[in-house]
Structure formats: structure tokens, C-alpha cells
């Protein structure tokens, strides 16, 4: 794993499974993945990831009970002993992604296939529990992946129950595991109410369509915000679907994702204990809907990924989503061009996966990102030419120099890491996001301080004077914004009384 350079934002991810289908074989353009080796492997999503600019990424796939081979193929012996999560397994990541097959533990005699329904020690331990419960309280993101259920013999002759695939994995996990339906409906079939976005018959034999090149259409959660009067004010996306501008979408949103048949379900607690889910002083982050999609056989709006935000309280952030094959091979293999290149739909699907690694990332490492970021902003050629200018001319430059590394989803999430400098989240979640100035102003204000506090630009400075000077950014935006709006009033002011 190459360790991050210098203070550029760097994540570290581990994929987490456990099924003898999940592997690292590389996928070529063309051909059908269905019932292939790679069908369930993670080599595209792994390649997509690692390639991406900003934040750089390293991804470890660790396999419960399968080792790989050099080629990315899953050993044909598993195990001797399970490789659980440990305290010193953990620490080495930032994030940890759930690829969980398995049940539960128990193998399934009239079960679909061997490795399918799980082994005795397929579900985690209380001592794996507690040591991912401490890892997710200092930060660490998670990402909970699932799929459809599947009947399975729970007892004696004939006592049958839907269990999800990953359920052995997830089911447990502190807050991640709340996120998901891991037992009964949906099914595979429309006899157990499967969740279809791809249109795929439900035979569970080829399914074409999950494997072409066109995608399902999704629907991103935003907010509109309205002034006095209920005049419209601002939408905001929410950043997971915010990527780079498009010539069809100058705000870059995400609104289209890989389909399948038989999708999962999320849920949502019906309470929320605050010993599980914290305060943020008065206020308490629950997980919300981020993301719908349609079902096929039916025409309903379903909910197709929800998201946590813990860092808001002090904990890690939570992304859950109805399946895994938003990430798989057979997914992602029909966006592909004869060449190998990834067509401009799987471009898009690849800015959500690097949105979501960042979204996942411990605040501790957007704070180190921070500094780097802004001085790399001030060695640039553009905004050394324009060190001076009035911060909405400044931050706009700065958007255009951060646009050509970084989507729009990250580039807000960063200027909001600095905004918390300031003022508490919890405060510019509401209505007072519209009091403050734009993105482009605060970022503006933050580049200027930058220049004016750096006489030597490669010096790094200490994570607590990266800090201060974003403070100081902040304050200088929101300063200057009020001194210029107290000179427009006093102009409107001057003309009322020429007429007076």
C-alpha cells in the first residue's frame, strides 16, 4: 500500500467479504460475465478507485475465508482459520466496504451452491463487533452492502426463512447494521416482492440487462430553501451525487447508477437510542434517504441508498446501499468501450465512487487534506496572477483550478470542513446556509488568507495553523460579505433619500 505524500488527501479502504465468488480478476470489454469467474469480482471498482486523482486511494480486498492468487483468483482451499477483524486489522484503514455473501452461520444442505449460505463462523464475533463499534466511534467511514434475500433452511425438516445475502457480516454492526433489511422481503422472485431496476425477468437465469450499457435512472435527494415570502432561494444536493459540470448538466449531478434485478431494501430504526446513535448537542443525525430509483415491475419509487452522518456527532460516517451489484463486475463491464476505456456513463457512476470515498473519510484526514489543498490552490500560476482580487473573483478561480482535480461534492464538503472552524454544523445545516455567502466566496476568503499568511509557499505548516487560517479565511469571508452588503445598503439608502 504507497502511503500518502506529504499532506494530500489519501484514503485508505478495505473491502471486506466472504464469499469464494469475490475476487480481483481482471475484466476485459465484451462477453457476458454472468455465471463467469468474474462476475462478483471487485478489480473494476478496485481500478476506478485507485485511479482517481483526488483523494488518492488505496484499496485492500481482505476475504473472510479465501485467499487470492496472484491473478486475482480465489484460492481453491480456504482457510484454515477465518481472518476476523481485529483492532490491528482496523487501524490500518480509513473505511471499510462490506462485501458480505454469507447468511449466517450455517451451511445450508438444500442451499444454491457451495460457499453460498455460510459457514459456522461466517457472522462476526462480539470481540469483532466491539473492535469495529471503537474503530467507527473514532471516525472510521462504512460502507453497508447487501443484496436480495434467499430461503434457507433455519431448523428442522421444512422450517424455511428469507435471509439477505450479507446478513452474516452486517446484521451486527454498530448503526451500519440498522441500515439494511436483512430478513424477509424482498426476495428474488416477484412471489417474495423483489425490487427490480434493471427490468430483468426474474428467473435468475441470464439477466441481460443488468450487463448492458444502459443504466437505471436515480433520483438525488436535494433541499430547496426559500426566502421570506416563500420566494426560492438555493437547491443543494446532497455532495454524494455532485460531480464534475457536464455539458448537459452544468452542476454535475449523479443521476444514474448500475441496475439489477433483484435489489435489497433499507431500513430505518424506528427508534434511536442515543447510547447507539449520539447527540450533537441539541441535535441528533439520523440516517435519511440520499438516492431513490424505480421498480421496473411496477413503476414505485424505492429507496436505493441512505446515509449517516456521524461525523456531525463525533463518529464515523454510514453509507448504505440496497445492493452490492451497484459495484460489481457484472455491473459495471457493460460501460466499457471496445477499448477498454470507461464510456461517459461509467465516468459518472466512477465520480460517485470517488464521492463516496470521500464522504466516508475520518475527519481527521480531510483536516490534514485542508492545508494541502489550499496551497496548492496558492502555487498556482492562476491565483498568483489574481492574489488581490475581491474574494467572489478569487473563490470562482479557485472552483475552475479545484474542478480539474476534485468534483463538486468534494470541493464543498472540504470548503465545509473549514466553515466548522466557525460555525457549528449543526447551526448552517438550516436556514442560516442562506445567510452565509456562497461557496465560491468562502472559498475565496480562504485562499486570500492563505496568500497573505504564506511568504514561503512549500513550507508546511502545523494541522493547528492549518486550522487557524481557516478560521481566519471564514471570518475574512463573512467580514467582507457583511462590509459589502452594509455599502449596498448604504448606497439603496443615499438614492431613497435624493427622492425623499
Do not use: C
Amino acid at each position: 500500500m504507497p502511503p500518502p505524500q506529504g499532506l494530500h488527501p489519501h484514503v485508505n479502504i478495505l473491502f471486506y467479504a466472504d464469499s469464494s465468488a469475490t475476487n480481483l480478476l481482471v475484466v476485459y470489454p465484451g462477453g457476458i460475465l454472468r455465471r463467469q469467474p468474474e462476475e462478483f469480482g471487485l478489480r473494476m471498482l478496485k481500478d476506478i478507485l485507485e485511479a482517481n486523482p483526488f483523494p488518492t486511494i488505496s484499496v485492500d480486498l481482505v476475504n473472510r475465508f479465501w485467499n487470492l492468487n496472484g491473478d486475482g483468483s480465489v484460492d481453491a482451499t480456504r482457510k484454515a482459520s477465518a481472518t476476523t477483524l481485529t483492532t490491528t486489522l482496523l487501524q490500518k484503514y480509513d473505511e471499510i466496504w462490506f462485501f458480505g455473501k454469507h447468511l449466517g452461520n450455517f451451511n445450508d444442505p438444500w442451499g444454491f451452491g457451495w460457499d453460498q449460505n455460510g459457514y459456522s463462523d461466517s457472522e462476526l464475533t462480539p470481540s469483532e463487533l466491539d473492535a469495529l463499534a471503537k474503530w467507527m466511534n473514532n471516525g472510521g467511514g462504512v460502507l453497508m452492502l447487501g443484496d436480495h434475500s434467499n430461503w434457507v433452511s433455519t431448523g428442522g425438516m421444512g422450517e424455511t426463512n428469507l435471509y439477505n445475502l450479507g446478513r452474516a457480516l452486517g446484521k451486527n454492526v454498530l448503526r451500519a447494521g440498522q441500515m439494511r433489511v436483512w430478513e424477509g422481503d424482498p426476495g428474488a422472485y416477484k412471489l417474495d416482492k423483489q425490487v427490480n431496476t434493471s427490468g430483468d425477468a426474474d428467473d435468475m437465469v441470464d439477466m441481460p440487462n443488468q450487463e448492458d450499457a444502459v443504466p437505471q435512472d436515480i433520483y438525488p435527494a436535494f433541499r430547496d430553501y426559500f426566502l421570506k415570502g416563500e420566494k426560492f432561494a438555493e437547491r443543494f444536493w446532497h455532495p454524494l451525487f455532485v460531480g464534475a459540470p457536464r455539458s448537459d448538466d452544468p452542476n454535475g449531478i449523479i443521476k444514474v447508477f448500475p441496475d439489477h434485478g433483484h435489489e435489497g431494501a433499507l431500513n430505518f430504526p424506528t427508534t434511536y437510542a442515543p447510547a447507539i446513535w449520539p447527540d450533537a448537542g441539541s441535535f441528533q443525525p439520523k440516517p435519511e434517504v440520499v438516492a431513490r430509483g424505480t421498480n421496473q415491475d411496477n413503476g414505485e419509487q424505492i429507496d436505493l441508498v441512505s446515509a449517516y452522518d456521524g461525523q456531525l456527532a463525533g463518529v464515523g460516517r454510514i453509507v448504505a446501499h440496497t445492493t452490492f451489484h451497484h459495484f460489481v463486475n457484472v455491473n459495471l463491464h457493460g460501460f466499457l468501450n471496445s477499448d477498454g476505456t470507461p464510456d461517459e456513463t461509467l465516468q459518472i457512476i466512477s465520480q460517485y465512487f470517488a464521492n463516496l470515498a470521500w464522504w466516508l473519510m475520518p475527519r481527521h484526514n480531510k483536516n490534514q487534506g485542508l492545508g494541502w489543498v489550499l496551497q496548492s490552490l496558492t502555487k498556482s500560476t492562476i491565483m498568483r496572477d489574481l492574489q488581490g482580487a475581491p474574494l467572489g473573483v478569487l473563490g470562482t478561480a479557485a472552483y475552475r483550478v479545484l474542478g480539474e482535480m476534485a468534483t463538486g461534492g468534494q470541493i464543498r464538503d472540504l470548503i465545509n470542513v473549514a466553515l466548522e472552524k466557525v460555525i457549528p454544523p449543526t447551526r448552517y445545516n438550516g436556514s442560516l446556509r442562506l445567510l452565509l455567502p456562497s461557496q465560491a466566496y468562502l472559498l475565496g476568503g480562504l485562499v486570500a488568507e492563505q496568500q497573505l499568511a504564506y511568504a514561503s509557499i512549500g513550507h508546511h505548516r502545523e494541522a493547528s495553523e492549518v486550522h487557524e487560517l481557516a478560521a481566519r479565511g471564514i471570518k475574512r469571508a463573512l467580514r467582507e460579505e457583511v462590509e459589502e452588503l452594509e455599502a449596498r445598503a448604504d448606497t439603496i439608502k443615499a438614492v431613497m433619500k435624493d427622492y425623499d
